[in-house]
């Protein structure tokens, strides 16, 4: 199944990526440690292989080691890729710091740069809006950084639609990534018509709820202990047994769309709006042909309304995260 995945525009940015893109987080980070590098990297030139141009990565997976395995497994394809990373979470030495300060953001970038092998970086985020910092300074930094040809383009991350705008008015934003999946909807609500109206591309995370809209997660599922949805509200035993539903759901509608769940979920989001890139993460090569045959996948108008259905029918248990979290979240 080697051939080349359509391309969408990131808004009106000029940067055309894949329809789907790869999250490598769960490659070395909050996931498993049982994917050796030899393998991460093999899976990601596999996604080369299938036509994937979209990568994401960030400072603090690792620290840093996501970053230097998306670097290395990309060399011989840098010319070809569009490679995503984020900024705000750790420090020079990948201790936890919260913080957006525009030295930081500055020296961050250098290392990032140095991590990825590259000159340039083709998409850089704001992982989380720093509230000490005000978002005009940083996207006043990265205006900065893209003027020395450091940055090609400025992204946030899980920012809410008044701080979009307001970095808008200063640097172009091309992208805002945040959650967004058949059980996490809450960006339609102002996030998505800001992007719609300011001609930005909006880029999923988590389009298949953490692996579980896939089917292959239910209450009996034990994660590996270095598996961060061991901490999710929504992942306790409970939660995944009474939101079975939802998945339940979709196999039914997938059995006439002759489509698993996970291209059915992924499907429905890319109907959303031509200039939505999901990123979907996984470790298994089966799993990334499975994604990317969601790009080719037709969905009929009333297959599309019973998904809604059943996303709006079903009520989700669990906040998806701990409230700590989710405090950082949509500021």
């Known amino acids: 199944m080697d051939y080349a995945v359509a391309k969408r525009m990131l808004g009106t940015s000029g940067l055309a990526v894949s329809a789907l893109g790869l999250g490598c987080m769960g490659l070395s980070y909050h996931r498993s440690s049982t994917l050796d590098r030899n393998e991460a990297i093999a899976l990601i030139r596999r996604a080369v292989d299938l036509g994937v141009t979209f990568f994401d990565t960030a400072q603090v997976y690792g620290p840093f080691?996501?970053?230097?395995?998306?670097?290395?497994?990309?060399?011989?394809?840098?010319?070809?890729?569009?490679?995503?990373?984020?900024?705000?979470?750790?420090?020079l030495d990948g201790r936890p710091a919260p913080s957006s300060r525009p030295e930081l953001i500055q020296q961050t970038t250098d290392a990032s740069l140095a991590r990825l092998g590259v000159d340039t970086i083709d998409l850089l985020y704001q992982h989380r809006v720093d509230p000490d910092v005000p978002i005009e300074e940083v996207a006043g930094t990265v205006r900065d950084l893209i003027a020395q040809g450091k940055v090609r383009h400025f992204g946030l991350s899980e920012a809410g639609a008044h701080t979009i705008r307001r970095a808008h008015a200063v640097q172009a934003v091309t992208a805002v990534q945040s959650e967004y999946s058949l059980w996490w909807r809450t960006p339609e609500h102002e996030v998505l018509p800001a992007c719609a109206e300011l001609g930005i591309g909006f880029v999923p995370y988590s389009p298949l709820g953490r692996g579980f809209l896939t089917g292959a997660i239910d209450e009996h599922t034990t994660f590996d202990s270095a598996d961060n949805r061991n901490e999710l509200p929504r992942f306790t035993v409970e939660a995944r047994q009474a939101n079975q539903a939802l998945v339940d759901r979709l196999r039914i509608i997938g059995e006439r769309a002759d489509a698993t769940p996970a291209q059915l979920a992924l499907a429905w989001i890319l109907g959303q709006a031509p200039w939505i890139v999901p990123i979907p993460g996984t470790t298994k090569a089966g799993r990334l042909e499975e994604n990317l045959r969601a790009t080719t996948l037709e969905l009929t108008s009333s297959d599309r309304a019973e998904i809604g259905r059943a996303a709006s029918e079903v009520t989700i248990v669990g906040d998806r995260y701990p409230a700590e979290l989710e405090r950082k979240t949509n500021r």
């Open 65 to 91: 080691t996501n970053e230097q395995l998306v670097g290395e497994a990309l060399a011989p394809v840098r010319d070809d890729v569009v490679v995503a990373t984020k900024f705000g979470e750790v420090d």
